[in-house]
């Protein structure tokens, strides 16, 4: 599925994938995806995004760890109620993949913990031939 959603303790991480032709280069073994991610507090506390741990996976089995603080350039704080969305990039070597992984959140009182990204599919069109 190029989409996917979870849940973790109140906040819902939704994320969308989309492959991206014009900065895509197959011939030389290139392919990008883009994807959007909408992260919504459900629960009844503030939290702060501190970082985030993608796992990339290929075709071939290739993976790739990517971890930092943010998210494009942010930590953002969501009150009960409200909600972030962005959107980033991953190139890939493979025209099939799959990415999931964490965002480390914070409470007030310092409770932290990993708000789980669930699997989703980085698929060029018709690439499941």
Known sequence: MPSSEAVTKGIRVEVTSRYVAERSAPEDGEWFFAYTVRISNEGSQTVQLLSR??????????RQEVKGPGVVGEQPTLRPGES???TSACPLGTSIGAMQGTYQMVTPAGERFDAQIAAFTLSEPYAMN
């Open 53 to 62: 741990h993608w796992i990339i996976t290929d075709a071939e089995g290739r």
């Open 84 to 86: 972030f969305e962005y």
